[in-house]
């Protein structure tokens, strides 16, 4: 299996543009996460998905950002509009149920 | 959420040395996960162990889940074991079902 695939790997832009990050699930798994990583805070879990169905967005900043799984092999993280305080390493990681979690190589995003 | 302190934060080391790194957690768990964060950033994993010891080749882990901690024991480090080592945590109750808790993680330097 190719693993978690997150795209893109590194993303620029420039503040108040519309940001997406995509990923792509370990064929089977059915429990999806997006993760963000910063010194300040560390990892912290924004959102995840069980069968498709958003299970707890507490983590979620704030209504700027929205995630959809729209199949079993898609999810997408929305920022918009995006600002400087959003640049971070995002991460997606899947799971069959509660097992094991293997992650993607993340998105470094920077909002200039 | 369960609360996950690792420690030490810093180790720093000379290659061949041997070393352990603890993982405290605040309530039992489900799910116990030792990463390893390369200096790529990207999040490799180590062991799936909610309890018991595994091994892999000069890796090993421990949980003792009743005292809720575990333990990752490196010997023989090489350069290539230098990064940040994450244990993670899942509950597997009510709505934290399938969270992953990260702790801070401990930074580990091995010098040739």
């Known amino acids: 299996d190719a693993g978690v695939i997150q795209s893109p790997r590194h993303e620029v832009t420039e503040m108040g543009q519309e940001v997406t990050l995509r990923c792509k699930p370990i064929?089977?798994?059915?429990?999806l996460f997006w993760y963000r990583q910063t010194m300040m805070r560390g990892l912290e879990l924004l959102i995840y998905?069980?069968?498709?169905?958003?299970?707890?967005d507490s983590g979620m900043p704030e209504d700027r950002f929205s995630a959809k799984m729209p199949n079993a092999s898609f999810s997408t993280l929305k920022i918009q509009p995006s600002e400087p305080r959003d640049s971070a390493v995002y991460f997606c990681?899947?799971?069959?149920?509660?097992?094991?979690?293997?992650f993607g190589q993340g998105t470094r995003l920077t909002v200039v | 959420g369960i609360q996950v302190e690792q420690s030490p934060p810093d180790l720093i080391l000379q290659e061949g040395a041997n070393s352990t790194l603890r993982c405290n957690f605040s309530d039992s768990v489900n799910n116990l996960q030792w990463f390893h964060q390369n200096p790529w950033g990207q999040l490799i994993n180590l062991f799936y162990i909610p309890s018991g010891t595994k091994q892999n080749g000069r890796l090993s882990a421990t949980t003792v889940a009743t005292e809720r901690y575990s333990l990752l024991y490196i010997s023989s480090s090489q350069t290539t074991d230098s990064g940040v080592y994450f244990c993670?945590?899942?509950?597997?109750?009510?709505?934290?079902?399938?969270?992953?808790?990260f702790g801070r993680g401990t930074q580990l330097t091995v010098w040739p």
């Open positions: 993670a945590v899942e509950s597997g109750r009510g709505s934290t079902l399938g969270r992953l808790y």
């Open positions: 990681a899947s799971s069959r149920g509660q097992l094991e979690a293997f």
């Open positions: 064929s089977g798994h059915n429990s």
């Open positions: 998905f069980n069968n498709n169905v958003p299970i707890d």
